[in-house]
């Protein structure tokens, strides 16, 4: 018995104790309430009790990565050699198991509309779109929505590598201009004197060079849609052809002698404020208005509960593309679970493929893990996250203060006492927190 830890008992109700579909259901809900109550915890799952069907759901989703917990066993005392302990840790990553991904890309529940909703999930696969989030999926579902109606224009926004490119694309698969493609056009990588020609195109002799007649990417996309990325970037002079473009359907080529035709759904992306920027005077407020509305993707930090699900689902990518088994420990998914992701998907995707081409073998431990110092010398100020719905303050700092302690530990080589002097603690401090936060060192 430990008589200094709490145990507390939640009711987990079920209809049917043997219904699969039910099962996974409550132990996905309770887990996500259970994580974010204790977002730094170490998840154990216990075996030993409930209906067989019970322990299938608790082993599918521990090993497929779904739910980063070791899971233990209790052996008859019977099959236990003398001395040794009863109870057992699964590791799933021993080659004896079989691997176990997880498809549950994206939680559909259920509602009213279920053809959006298998719409949806199919065009989440195709994207390998993963996450099932409460704020991520009513992003990606309220995107879904809008792209049903061919005629409405939309803006994504969310930091960089939060997803916007992954969003225009389910819009793209469940537009009724599918048929017709999507155009893509990175803002950012226009020079200033070049984007009306890019954008709608110019007539031969319109300025020098112009040696024939150039369609722009609005004339290429009719009849389809057409992706902006970073429209944060267009000066302002475009912007007001843009607007028109939106507002009556029409563009006029650098040199035509009329306005052109064109029926074109508008997808914009940006990682900026666009608020600010229409107070500042950098963004027109009616080309901001002109969107039929707004998307705004969480950040990868809010939507911890599907870090473990996309990490393992980026590894299964890495690994049938190099022809390789890696498989992350339960402890590397706890690691990846509390970090910040100031760079969200993308600097997951790259912490993941790094971890698996440096491993020594196929098991990738917490201390495989491949992190980078943030690019740039950016002052602290700048690296801070947004506050906002579902962001955890404490959790945040938590999570900074391990990182700090690990580094510090990293530079005095595992000496405790330096590392605490460093950090401004005494030994006992230090010694504390490796005890509560469960770092080995």
Same mark, same amino acid.
């Given at each position: 018995?430990?008589?200094?830890?709490?145990?507390?008992?939640?009711?987990?109700?079920?209809?049917?104790?043997?219904?699969?579909?039910?099962?996974?259901?409550?132990?996905?809900?309770?887990?996500?309430?259970?994580?974010?109550?204790?977002?730094?915890?170490?998840?154990?799952?216990?075996?030993?009790?409930?209906?067989?069907?019970?322990?299938?759901?608790?082993?599918?989703?521990?090993?497929?990565?779904?739910?980063?917990?070791?899971?233990?066993?209790?052996?008859?005392?019977?099959?236990?050699?003398?001395?040794?302990?009863?109870?057992?840790?699964?590791?799933?990553?021993?080659?004896?198991?079989?691997?176990?991904?997880?498809?549950?890309? =994206? /939680?559909?529940?259920?509602? $009213?509309?279920?053809? &959006?909703?298998?719409?949806?999930?199919? @065009?989440? !696969? #195709?994207?390998?779109?993963?996450?099932?989030?409460?704020?991520?999926?009513?992003?990606?579902?309220?995107?879904? =929505? /809008?792209?049903?109606?061919? $005629?409405?224009?939309? &803006?994504?926004?969310?930091?960089?590598? @939060?997803? !916007? #490119?992954?969003?225009?694309?389910?819009?793209?698969?469940?537009?009724?201009?599918?048929?017709?493609?999507?155009? =893509?056009?990175?803002?950012?990588?226009?020079?200033?004197? &070049?984007?009306?020609?890019?954008?709608?195109?110019?007539?031969?002799?319109?300025?020098?060079?112009?040696?024939?007649?150039?369609?722009?990417?609005?004339?290429?996309?009719?009849?389809?849609?057409?992706?902006?990325?970073?429209?944060?970037?267009?000066?302002?002079?475009?912007?007001?052809?843009?607007?028109?473009?939106?507002?009556?359907?029409?563009?006029?080529?650098?040199?035509?002698?009329?306005?052109?035709?064109?029926?074109?759904?508008?997808?914009?992306?940006?990682?900026?404020?666009?608020?600010?920027?229409?107070?500042?005077?950098?963004?027109?407020?009616?080309?901001?208005?002109?969107?039929?509305?707004?998307?705004?993707?969480?950040?990868?930090?809010?939507?911890?509960?599907?870090?473990?699900?996309?990490?393992?689902?980026?590894?299964?990518?890495?690994?049938?593309?190099?022809?390789?088994?890696?498989?992350?420990?339960?402890?590397?998914?706890?690691?990846?679970?509390?970090?910040?992701?100031?760079?969200?998907?993308?600097?997951?995707?790259?912490?993941?493929?790094?971890?698996?081409?440096?491993?020594?073998?196929?098991?990738?431990?917490?201390?495989?893990?491949?992190?980078?110092?943030?690019?740039?010398?950016?002052?602290?100020?700048?690296?801070?996250?947004?506050?906002?719905?579902?962001?955890?303050?404490?959790?945040?700092?938590?999570?900074?203060?391990?990182?700090?302690?690990?580094?510090?530990?990293?530079?005095?080589?595992?000496?405790?006492?330096?590392?605490?002097?460093?950090?401004?603690?005494?030994?006992?401090?230090?010694?504390?927190?490796?005890?509560?936060?469960?770092?080995?060192?």
């Amino acid at each position: 018995m430990r008589p200094d830890c709490r145990a507390e008992i939640v009711d987990v109700p079920l209809a049917d104790p043997t219904n699969y579909a039910g099962i996974f259901n409550q132990l996905r809900n309770h887990f996500a309430v259970i994580s974010k109550h204790y977002p730094d915890g170490e998840y154990f799952i216990s075996v030993s009790s409930g209906t067989p069907h019970m322990h299938a759901a608790w082993l599918l989703l521990a090993a497929s990565g779904e739910i980063p917990a070791t899971l233990l066993q209790v052996n008859p005392p019977e099959f236990v050699p003398e001395g040794k302990s009863c109870l057992q840790e699964i590791d799933f990553t021993r080659k004896e198991f079989p691997r176990i991904s997880s498809q549950d890309l =994206v /939680l559909i529940e259920e509602s $009213d509309q279920q053809d &959006l909703d298998a719409a949806l999930l199919a @065009a989440c !696969k #195709e994207t390998g779109l993963v996450g099932g989030d409460p704020r991520f999926y009513q992003a990606l579902r309220r995107a879904a =929505v /809008l792209a049903t109606y061919p $005629d409405s224009h939309i &803006l994504l926004l969310g930091e960089t590598g @939060a997803g !916007k #490119e992954g969003f225009s694309q389910i819009i793209n698969r469940l537009s009724p201009r599918n048929s017709k493609g999507m155009v =893509v056009v990175n803002c950012s990588s226009i020079p200033e004197n &070049l984007f009306e020609s890019q954008l709608f195109g110019h007539r031969k002799g319109a300025f020098t060079g112009a040696t024939s007649d150039h369609k722009g990417k609005f004339q290429l996309a009719h009849g389809g849609l057409l992706f902006l990325d970073e429209i944060g970037e267009l000066p302002i002079g475009v912007q007001a052809k843009l607007l028109r473009a939106l507002e009556q359907g029409e563009i006029e080529p650098l040199g035509a002698q009329a306005p052109v035709k064109v029926s074109v759904q508008v997808i914009a992306a940006t990682n900026r404020d666009l608020r600010t920027m229409v107070g500042e005077g950098t963004f027109r407020e009616d080309l901001y208005q002109r969107f039929t509305a707004t998307v705004e993707i969480p950040p990868l930090r809010y939507r911890r509960t599907d870090i473990p699900k996309l990490a393992v689902f980026l590894l299964d990518s890495w690994n049938r593309r190099n022809g390789k088994s890696r498989r992350l420990s339960s402890a590397a998914l706890r690691t990846l679970t509390t970090y910040g992701w100031p760079g969200n998907v993308r600097e997951l995707r790259k912490v993941v493929e790094q971890s698996a081409m440096f491993a020594n073998g196929d098991r990738i431990a917490a201390k495989d893990l491949v992190f980078e110092a943030p690019v740039g010398s950016r002052p602290l100020e700048l690296q801070l996250p947004e506050p906002g719905s579902g962001f955890d303050l404490n959790a945040y700092l938590d999570d900074l203060k391990r990182r700090m302690v690990e580094k510090a530990l990293e530079r005095t080589e595992g000496v405790q006492a330096r590392a605490a002097r460093a950090l401004g603690w005494s030994p006992q401090v230090m010694h504390q927190f490796l005890k509560t936060k469960n770092i080995n060192r």
